[in-house]
């Protein structure tokens, strides 16, 4: 199947490629990793495409107060190995390493994957997890959208159809706290059948769940007694059955993830000086 056809434009700064947005039924495209495949199904037929890849100074990373700020064109190879985030922000790069084929990383970008907030995606969990947050330009100036707010359903974000994600801001680590991120999927590069990270910082111990329900969850299990943690943070879960896996089999990988990367957060805390 071929996409339906649709006009292009390439804007050579941010303001041309608002103006451009304004058009209707048009819709952005950076690293293409998420609309290229829904243009070639039909999914999506947007009647203009915006190509932002020729505006300047959006694929850096910088370190800004109290984080690390990635820019709309940082593809997730640049992410991946950048080490800024392996000093700063650790548990980026350690779910980036998940993110498909290095084929796709090379060319997809983080940013993209946040406002596309597919919850099979790593980056929607992360920035989640720790409670990071999204910046974006349009008509009206720019705005920053927490990522509490930021996934409001399935592959819905609350970036408006006239606005350009321009930036991810992640928090950095704090002094002494632990990070980790595993999953379990069908075969290498697959999407998760589950995913989890995990945050330990000092008693306070907050889990994220990717491939369960359909927004990435937090949990926190803070005071929650190990044995019980996997069926607190099922509590807030709703895994489903579908094509790739059952119900109870996803409920089952929460458990395991669960007290698997709580325990790897705790111990890489404990290796900084802090944990429980």
């Known amino acids: 199947m071929k996409p339906a056809p649709f006009d292009y434009v390439r804007p050579t700064d941010l303001a041309g ?3 451009a947005l304004a058009a ?5 495209l950076a690293g293409g990793q998420s609309l290229v495949p829904l243009l070639s199904m039909r999914l999506a037929a947007p009647s203009l495409v915006v190509d932002i890849n020729g505006v300047p100074g959006l694929d850096t990373i910088t370190e800004v107060g109290g984080g690390v700020r990635v820019g709309a064109l940082a ?6 190995e950048s080490p800024l985030l392996a000093r700063v922000q650790p548990l980026v790069p350690a779910a980036l390493a998940h993110v498909a084929h290095p084929t796709i990383r090379n060319r997809g970008t983080t940013v993209g994957s946040l406002v596309h ?3 099979a995606a790593e980056m929607p969990v992360v920035l989640r997890l720790l409670e990071g947050s999204l910046d974006v330009e ?4 720019r705005r920053t959208i927490g990522a509490r707010e930021l996934f409001v359903g399935p592959l819905e974000s609350a970036v408006g159809p006239d606005e350009i994600a321009v930036s991810a801001f992640f928090p950095a680590l704090p002094a002494g706290a632990g990070v980790a991120f595993d999953e379990v999927a069908r075969r290498h590069g697959d999407y ?3 995913g989890a990270g995990a945050v330990v910082d ?4 907050r889990v994220g769940y990717l491939s369960v329900s359909d927004v990435p969850v937090v949990v926190d299990l803070t005071g929650v007694a190990p044995a019980d943690r996997a069926d607190a943070a099922l509590e807030h879960l709703d895994a489903a059955t579908d094509i790739h896996s059952t119900a109870a089999y996803r409920r089952q990988l929460v458990r395991v993830l669960t007290d698997r990367v709580v325990a790897v957060a705790t111990r890489n805390a404990t290796a900084q000086g802090g944990g429980r």
């Open 202 to 205: 000092g008693d306070r111990i």
């Open 138 to 141: 349009g008509p009206a100036g």
């Open 24 to 28: 209707p039924d048009s819709k952005v």
């Open 75 to 80: 593809r997730h190879t640049a992410v991946l």
């Open 192 to 194: 998760a059948l589950v």
């Open 117 to 119: 907030a597919d919850a």
């Open 17 to 19: 490629a608002v103006a």
